[in-house]
């Protein structure tokens, strides 16, 4: 049986539910929201390795809407986020318009119909079929095989992506890996069964959720090999427990909470004059950074390897209180020659030292630069995505894509941050989309999509600004993609983007009204 709905969204994160809640709001109940696995939560469900957590304080990394009083930390852990997600679906009545276990394996937009069609599969089913294939998230199907799992179709006038760009996991392309005889896993898909005591374990990978989960597996592994590519610059985390006196006046004085969440913002916001505007300002967090190396570590060898050669804030800017006095232990060792192969249950580096291991924890991140996988939008002239995004992805004020009509972007191109709370910057992309919807439904459009001239001069007047920025000096991230284009962030204050997104900008788009469509004309005039 073929669904419909107005609307459909994908993703249960912060975007996804953001969405949902704010279209209930206006008189939307049209809508599905589509999410592959077992519970909602989006990247706060899928990621819960041990140390997980926000690196944005609690009150700013929050709806706007729904502030919670009742952090218990500075910087909230996944379970307390995961639940504040869960509080919000089932306050805001968002339970009965979810589809849980519902994995979108394509969409396609119809010009007959002035549609998208949706294909769904059940996601148990289909990641039994990939792991009997020996694939991994993000690479594609075969659909002429059979033996895939049976697909169902929804049809739905608008589409909202609240796929995340940090969703898909990215693993190392090492040789031999394959007869690897230990245990190995990413550290989305952590084995919470694997006991670490007494255990070799090889770490790949020094990104944000590394210097998370390292401290955790060193307090019980006999040895640790942490396989290190480039150090990230640290800075301490000014984390704590939110005292009860605290908590109680959050609770019965809702505009202290908002105080001190303005106040975060501000101090959040102010950093962006490093990033975007002088650079050299930064040169302050560099020197905070090279003392938080000294006061941590010990030995002057390790202090050398973790200290990076790039300039401060090009690469994401980490905090941690407790990575470095983990890897300053006896039984941590931090390796800088890089991984050749693996042979068995060996490892061996570029200098052909041979390493004895019983575990590899991958902490190598996401497919940052492929937010959407191959295979899976496709628009006008059945043109897929990543086709039109040969040179890197981008969007219309990271909303919307010229040559996919009806189709909106949350958390899209050229919308994340160095600095502050990416829920600002989803609310934000929410009153855009959900101001375009309540325009077509006023205004009789069936359909609209992003002039191509709008889309080519927004998306240069973005990388004019970011061609200045601390991002571009030289360093390699998962911010800039091969062609050292950043696909990935926001040049400039958050407020600045709010001011953007404020209302929908119809002048800047093809509208057209649903019997324009049916009759074949010109499409309307938008205004």
């Known amino acids: 049986m073929t669904q419909t709905a107005q609307i459909a969204i994908i993703g249960t994160g912060f975007s996804g539910l953001g969405m949902a809640i704010k279209l209930k709001e206006a008189g939307f109940h049209d809508f599905v929201i589509l999410e592959q696995s077992d519970d909602i939560g989006g990247t706060w469900h899928e990621n819960h390795y041990p140390g997980c957590a926000c690196d944005v304080q609690s009150a700013l990394y929050s709806f706007s809407f729904e502030q919670n009083p009742n952090w218990s930390r500075m910087f909230a852990t996944q379970p307390e986020i995961k639940a504040y997600l869960r509080h919000c679906a089932e306050k805001y009545g968002l339970m009965e318009h979810i589809q849980l276990n519902t994995h979108v394996a394509g969409a396609r937009w119809d010009e007959r119909t002035g549609a998208w069609t949706i294909e769904t599969c059940d996601s148990p089913e289909l990641w039994a079929y990939m792991e009997k294939q020996g694939l991994k998230p993000g690479d594609s199907l075969d659909c002429s095989d059979k033996t895939l799992p049976r697909f169902r179709k929804l049809h739905a006038g608008v589409l909202v992506s609240g796929m995340g760009g940090l969703s898909t996991p990215a693993y190392p392309d090492i040789k031999g890996m394959e007869s690897f005889t230990g245990t190995r896993f990413h550290s989305q898909n952590w084995d919470h069964d694997y006991d670490f005591r007494g255990k070799r374990v090889a770490v790949i990978g020094t990104g944000a959720s590394a210097i998370q989960f390292v401290p955790e597996i060193a307090r019980s592994a006999a040895h640790l090999d942490l396989y290190q590519r480039t150090p990230p610059w640290i800075m301490p985390k000014p984390d704590r427990e939110i005292r009860p006196l605290e908590r109680m006046m959050f609770r019965k004085f809702p505009q202290t909470l908002n105080a001190f969440r303005q106040s975060i913002y501000w101090m959040l916001e102010a950093r962006v004059l490093g990033f975007v505007g002088n650079p050299r300002i930064l040169k302050i967090g560099e020197l905070q950074a090279r003392r938080h190396i000294r006061n941590q570590i010990k030995d002057k060898a390790l202090r050398k390897k973790v200290t990076p050669d790039f300039h401060f804030g090009c690469k994401r800017v980490l905090i941690s209180n407790n990575y470095y006095p983990a890897l300053d232990q006896d039984h941590v060792d931090v390796l800088t020659d890089g991984i ?33 996988p191959r295979g899976v939008i496709f628009g006008r002239g059945g043109q897929d995505l990543l086709d039109a995004w040969r040179e890197g992805a981008e969007a219309y004020k990271g909303t919307t894509v010229a040559g996919f009509p009806n189709f909106f972007m949350l958390m899209g191109p050229n919308t994340g941050l160095g600095h502050s709370s990416m829920v600002y910057m989803i609310e934000s992309q929410v009153q855009y989309v959900l101001d375009a919807l309540k325009k077509m439904q006023h205004r009789g459009w069936k359909t609209v999509e992003v002039k191509d001239d709008a889309f080519s001069q927004y998306n240069a007047s973005i990388h004019a600004k970011l061609g200045d920025s601390v991002w571009q000096t030289g360093c390699k991230s998962w911010y800039v993609n091969e062609n050292g284009k950043n696909t990935t962030l926001w040049p400039g204050f958050t407020w600045q983007f709010r001011q953007q997104t404020r209302l929908f ?18 499409p309307a005039l938008a205004g």
Do not use: L, S
Request: proline share 2%.
């Open 505 to 522: 900008d119809a002048e800047q788009y093809v509208c057209e009204a649903a019997e324009v469509m049916e009759q074949g004309g010109e």
């Open 340 to 372: 050749r192969e693996v042979k068995g249950n060996t490892i061996v580096d570029n200098n052909g030292t041979e390493r004895e291991v019983d575990c590899i924890v991958y902490g190598t991140g996401f497919k940052a630069q492929e937010p959407i």
